[in-house]
């Protein structure tokens, strides 16, 4: 597929420049996911991208003579897509950096390494960054270690982040930079230093760990961080994407963001999180929650951890892990630290969000809620959210509902974490993991996204993945626990409405209604029509934000 951006000067630049009164767009299906107006086959919106009326193409042209038409012909209209947990500036550097999602062995990861240093001919010396190995796709699923990178890299100094961002794998060449003696049997705060029989360090840090080396590579300049992010923004839109909560931003890229708003070089809309307790948490209290007058960038929300992955055997569980006995995971925050930081973001009026993979992960996020929230808990309209709730105790997935707390779910997560999940945690716990159907039917609203570029940034997959629980070769037949499926509808809408009412976003996007902004997406086929195994092929034809075209598929 081709990107086409409609831009001055060959800039991107999405300005809302003039348009003749109304605009009538007919479709043979406008799924709007409004349960007043479920489906139409038209639609009016004004110049401001202002949705005036919904129904029947007869009718609307009856009463709107004089407005344009947009007509789509078969094809199937939908509101655009919210990724309800994501990360951007990641997004786009992947295609700046090695990018080693998908990679079976350790030698293709090499061999993909010394491609791109000869491709982009990076200077002698110069850090080598990227992201993406998972060795659970390797034959031996072990841990790498510093040696499987030195022969190909002996001087320069490489940092491999693993797929789901929590641990990371350096080279002998970047260990020597560490300031700090590594061996012995010391751990960092939060974090795990995987070490040998005799003490030394492996190459591998997880968690809390992986500052010791990451502390030591430049930062990226501004110029190369606004390329990421308008990639980023280009994969967005040509996925059906209109917005995403952008999971932890610091308060330097923030202030990036503010700049492109004020150019009117976002085409999606960004819901910012602050990144921890930190200099945009103290913004936000210092200044109150913030939106930008175009309406595209907002920022009300802290992203706290409370454990790591379970990938890499850091989700904080309540038992031993079930294949590495002795072993609990890890805490990223303490306790003590996360309720006063919870208890800081509430006198702040700021939204919560806080990471929790792991069971114990989980009953801490619970447990800290419900004791700074009190008897507010079930009056207040505080939507925090509990961001993955991958495993899950079965009696504390019954405590979401009375705390009014939000469950921030992957589906992705759970088709590529199958072949390997109940490894980590038994038959038993299992029951409570990636369970969106239990969530569903314990009335625990559910916004849906995909952590990307952990996962794929095309939410498709997750509406597959949601509704069928296999992977995309159709494995395994009949879908892994088949029992937390949830329909092709309740998908659609984790990805629309659910995703927008967990941004406090509700009344302005995520369905088609009236009053509401025209953030829509044409799809060849009608998703709620076609058998559920080709979600995962819906083809996008355009993508619409305030009314505008921001993707066309050629």
């Not at 003579?65 to 939908?78: F, S």
């Not at 992947?94 to 390494?113: C, D, F, Q």
């Not at 990421?228 to 967005?236: C, E, I, V, W």
């Amino acid at each position: 597929m081709v990107l086409k951006f409609f831009m001055a000067a060959a800039t991107l630049s999405f300005a809302m420049s003039a348009q003749a009164g109304e605009t009538l767009l007919t479709a043979k299906t406008i799924r709007t996911i409004d349960t007043n107006v479920s489906s139409a086959t038209a639609m009016v919106y004004d110049d401001t991208g202002k949705i005036l009326a919904l129904g029947d193409a007869a009718t609307l042209r009856a009463k709107y003579p004089k407005a344009k038409t947009l007509d789509v012909g078969d094809a199937t209209v939908i509101p655009g897509m919210i990724d309800a947990h994501g990360h951007l500036l990641s997004l786009g550097t992947t295609h700046l950096r090695p990018n080693l999602t998908g990679t079976n062995s350790k030698a293709e990861i090499v061999g993909k390494l010394v491609d791109f240093v000869r491709k982009m001919d990076l200077p002698k010396g110069a850090w080598l960054v990227g992201r993406g190995w998972d060795q659970n796709r390797w034959t031996e699923k072990q841990f790498p270690t510093a040696a499987d990178l030195d022969e190909a890299f002996p001087d320069r100094p490489v940092w491999m982040r693993r797929i789901d961002g929590h641990a990371a794998w350096a080279n002998s060449a970047a260990l020597k930079l560490v300031k700090r003696d590594l061996s012995g049997t010391w751990q960092p705060e939060g974090g795990r230093i995987e070490r040998d029989a005799s003490g030394k360090p492996t190459g591998v840090f997880v968690d809390g760990a992986m500052d010791l080396v990451e502390s030591l590579i430049p930062d990226s300049d501004p110029a190369t961080m606004e390329k990421a992010l308008k990639l980023g923004m280009q994969d967005m839109v040509a996925n059906g994407l209109t917005g995403v909560h952008d999971a932890g931003v610091s308060l330097s890229e923030m202030r990036l963001y503010m700049k492109l708003a004020d150019r009117n070089e976002l085409p999606v809309r960004i819901t910012a999180w602050a990144d921890g307790d930190g200099a945009a948490l103290d913004w936000l209290c210092s200044n109150g929650l913030y939106q930008h007058p175009s309406q595209r960038l907002k920022m009300r929300t802290v992203k706290l951890y409370a454990d790591g992955a379970l990938g890499s055997r850091g989700a904080a569980l309540l038992k031993d892990y079930s294949d590495d006995h002795g072993n609990m995971g890890l805490l990223v925050t303490k306790p003590d630290d996360l309720l006063r930081i919870v208890e800081k973001a509430r006198r702040c009026k700021v939204q919560v969000a806080t990471h929790a993979i792991g069971d114990r992960g989980n009953r801490i996020v619970i447990d800290t809620y419900a004791k700074v929230l009190g008897t507010a808990a079930s009056s207040t309209d505080h939507r925090w959210r509990v961001e993955h709730a991958q495993v899950v105790e079965l009696g504390d997935i019954a405590r979401f509902a009375p705390l009014h707390l939000i469950a921030s779910m992957q589906p992705t997560h759970a088709t590529s974490d199958m072949p390997w999940a109940e490894d980590r945690v038994g038959s038993a716990r299992i029951q409570g993991a990636y369970a969106w159907r239990k969530m569903r039917d314990s009335s625990v609203p559910l916004a849906f996204g995909s952590d990307f570029p952990i996962e794929s940034v095309d939410p498709r997959l997750g509406l597959y993945a949601a509704a069928t629980r296999m992977d995309t070769d159709g494995k395994p037949v009949g879908g892994w626990l088949p029992q937390e499926k949830v329909t092709a509808f309740e998908a659609l809408r984790g990805f629309t409405l659910g995703a927008a009412y967990a941004g406090f976003a509700e009344g302005s996007v995520g369905s088609l209604s009236v009053g509401k902004r025209a953030d829509f997406v044409v799809l060849a086929e009608d998703p709620l029509v076609v058998p559920v195994e080709s979600l995962k092929s819906l083809k996008v034809l355009r993508t619409y934000v305030d009314g505008r075209e921001v993707y066309r598929a050629e």
